[in-house]
């Protein structure tokens, strides 16, 4: 029989042991990223891996929590359950209203005002003030995005247009002469459709000149008279080429191999960087500078000289209630930083948010790639306010009334003020 | 005396020992979050934090959002077609599916065997068959009566016809439960109504239709709740588009809860839902008196 002491003894020889080895081990960052593509999935692997090769007392471990860019309902659950990650992949225009929600940690509250202001010169300014919010930042600015338009060589070479339009009158004279339709009245090829993928409110109010909020007053402009132009323009298309035969013709578009401009029923859309890879993959024929190329989204001709495109991405914050905020915060620093963002553009074809990476030659890559890396620096950024997805979802209703005739361009913009302002007021007060 | 007692007051424990599995899962799952939700529609509440005190204001708000009326607009709409629509297909398969040959055992699995396919799955497959350059639907249009078929989901005027078109495809689970309350009509009912001369109208209007009432009760209330509830193929289709045209109550509560960061907001919108399904419900009872027949009753 052994004594009680030497149980005792024995007992306590042990926790002593195993306090040991927890002040000694690993401390684990857990890490929620939405990123499911093969492509984005291991690359976001390859910087953890990096960062944990490099940081032996810290493992970071992503775990793949799949949704969509406003839905945040597993997040908030595992923050009120207790159990938040300590690193979470946040859509950098809902950044504000997260954290209004009070769903991240200011990053301010764990380093030096030195540092915050550090990190503020190395990032491009938009992608700085999409993560900041109320005098303080929340995110780490991850990747971005440009848009431009792609057109089709081949088309306007049949019809006997030399270059790309250049300015917006241009492109409605474009479209007259790239349109076809068959004995019946239904279209076989239609030039261009101003609202298709990346034709979003946003991308016309800005080409128009119009701004969407201004910040010293806090107020909204969608009635920018600009904006309102851009709308105006808009539905002239509806008009000209009818709305239900361009509805019925779109509904037809399939992606991937399917996409409308792989398959020629449109010549010209307005889209991302990313489409790029898309033309590679699923149109491995079609050549840049032969069968397509890339221009500046147009505008009225008086705005023309200087070109326009507004810029999204991701960024990495650190969700309240997160255990290893410290921890977690080295990572961000890590992978937002231009290691960690060097890996990611390079192998996804994205863009940097720091601004020396956009002289990298590997992250410029190809010719037509580079071009979308200059655009960035003409990149209009959504404002970044905490009613950022009420304000999308109001835009785009107002854009579908427009185009259907529902509501004329003056009075959808005039709603979806009196409809997202009160809203602001009362985050802002 | 007292051991009966005693028994009963033992049986009584027993069973709620067995159903205390159920009456926790229920609390914690059902009965609170209901509660919960009734609290929280007088805050404002972004999901976590401490929820503000807001008393009416989310009812106030509500009653002067527009987007609130349309989507209200669009579910009664909605509801009002396809709860009567939906039932007298339900009842026309259920008649159809009464027949005695060899093999409607195989007519009667494949009536049935769209309502168990998931509503995601029904959302992209009708995407296909309303597609209106490819679409089957448009292309049987076109081809026999040589109508040129609408935009369905993309027309703002069709979107809402096109749902309602939708839920027909699960018209095989009522069919089914209307089928067995056929089935359980007594044979002597049928056959003295012939001998008295009826034909298959009034057999089915005088005999049929009154003894299977109770069960015709039944599927119009769930069928109201499921129809006041869309959610998931509307949310595949066309995610309230176009121009709001399918923002359906539930869409529009989903938003504002997970999307807007309106837990307050949509909490005060899942009740007045569910005082207006009450309502509608109470009305029909009330009323049912007068058209349903109990047997025995």
Redesign the interface.
């Known amino acids: 029989m052994f004594s009680k002491k030497l149980v005792i003894g024995f007992i306590s020889v042990l926790l002593v042991l195993s306090s040991l080895t927890l002040a000694f081990g690993k401390t684990t960052v857990t890490f929620w990223s939405s990123h499911s593509g093969a492509t984005d999935k291991a690359s976001i692997q390859r910087i953890v891996d990096e960062f944990n090769k490099q940081n032996p007392d810290i493992e970071v471990k992503v775990t793949i929590v799949p949704g969509s860019e ?4 597993k997040l ?1 659950t595992a ?2 359950g207790g159990v938040a990650p300590d690193v979470y992949l946040v859509d950098r225009f809902t950044a504000a ?1 997260r954290a ?4 991240l940690e200011p990053l301010n509250s764990l380093t030096t005002a030195d540092e915050i202001a550090k990190l503020k010169k190395a990032y491009l300014p938009f992608a700085w003030d999409e993560a900041s919010w109320d005098g303080k930042v929340w995110v780490l600015p991850f990747d971005t995005d440009t848009r431009a338009l792609y057109y089709r060589r081949d088309h306007l070479r049949e019809v006997g247009l030399s270059g790309p339009p250049k300015n917006i009158a241009e492109l409605d004279t474009y479209v007259e002469k790239l349109t076809k339709k068959d004995a019946s009245g239904r279209f076989l090829r239609i030039g261009f459709i101003p609202w298709l993928n990346q034709g979003w409110h946003y991308t016309w109010g800005w080409a128009f000149g119009g701004e969407f909020y201004d910040p010293k007053t806090k107020k909204l402009t969608i009635t920018d008279p600009r904006i309102v132009q851009s709308f105006e323009w808009q539905k002239s298309y509806a008009d000209k080429y009818g709305m ?1 035969t361009i ?6 578009f399939g992606s991937e191999v399917q996409d409308p401009f792989i398959m020629g029923m449109i010549s010209m859309v307005v889209t991302g960087d990313w489409n790029l890879s898309g033309l590679d993959r699923f149109a491995p024929k079609m050549k840049w500078g032969v069968d397509y190329g890339v221009t500046y989204i147009p505008r009225p001709a008086e705005l023309a000289k200087k070109p326009t495109t507004w810029a999204g991405g991701w960024s990495l914050g650190i969700p ?1 209630g997160a255990k290893h905020a410290k921890e977690a915060f080295e990572f961000i620093k890590f992978a937002c930083g231009p290691v960690g963002q060097k890996i990611y553009t390079v192998e996804t074809l994205h863009l940097p948010t720091i601004a020396e990476l956009l002289k990298d030659k590997d992250v410029r890559g190809e010719r037509r790639h580079a071009f979308f890396v200059d655009l960035v620096k003409y990149a209009k950024n959504r404002p970044p306010l905490p ?1 950022g ?2 304000l999308w ?1 109001e835009l ?2 107002a854009r ?2 427009v185009i ?1 005739g ?1 509501k004329t361009p003056q009075k959808a913009c005039e ?1 979806v003020e009196k ?1 997202v302002q009160p ?1 602001l007021d009362k985050l802002l007060k | 005396m007292a051991v009966k007692a005693h028994t009963s007051r033992r049986n009584t424990l027993y069973g709620l020992l067995f159903a205390f599995p159920w009456i926790i899962g229920f609390v914690a799952f059902t009965a609170y979050p209901i509660l919960a939700s009734l609290y929280y529609s007088f805050t404002e509440y972004v999901g976590i934090g401490t929820p503000k005190w807001v008393g009416s204001g989310n009812f106030n708000a509500l009653f002067h959002d527009e987007l609130f009326w349309t989507s209200l607009y669009n579910t009664v709409y909605y509801v009002g077609l396809a709860v009567p629509i939906g039932f007298v297909v339900g009842l026309a398969l259920a008649l159809l599916l009464n027949v005695d040959i060899k093999e409607i055992g195989l007519y009667r699995t494949f009536i049935y065997l769209p309502f168990v396919m998931p509503a995601v799955v029904v959302g992209f497959l009708w995407l296909w068959m309303l597609n209106p350059y490819y679409g089957l639907l448009n292309l049987f249009l076109g081809t026999v009566f040589h109508i040129q078929g609408p935009g369905w989901f993309s027309d703002p005027k069709w979107a809402k016809p096109a749902f309602v078109m939708l839920a027909q495809w699960g018209a095989g689970g009522s069919a089914v439960i209307f089928l067995s309350a056929i089935k359980d009509v007594p044979r002597e009912l049928l056959e003295s109504a012939e001998i008295d001369g009826a034909g298959w109208w009034t057999k089915f209007s005088k005999v049929i239709l009154p003894m299977i009432s109770p069960v015709i009760l039944y599927h119009i209330i769930t069928a109201l709740f499921g129809g006041f509830q869309i959610f998931t193929t509307a949310y595949i289709a066309t995610n309230g588009g176009p121009a709001n045209s399918t923002l359906f109550y539930v869409l529009y509560l989903y938003r504002n809860a997970f999307q807007y960061s309106k837990m307050g907001y949509a909490s005060a919108m899942a009740w007045i839902l569910f005082i207006i399904v009450l309502i509608i419900t109470l009305i029909i009872f009330r009323t049912s008196a007068r058209w349903i027949f109990y047997r025995g009753g």
């Open positions: 406003t839905d945040v309902t908030l923050i009120a209203q209004v929600a009070g769903v239900a509805q019925s013709f779109s509904s037809a309240k009613v997805a009420l979802d785009t209703t579908d009334a259907n529902q709603d409809r809203e």
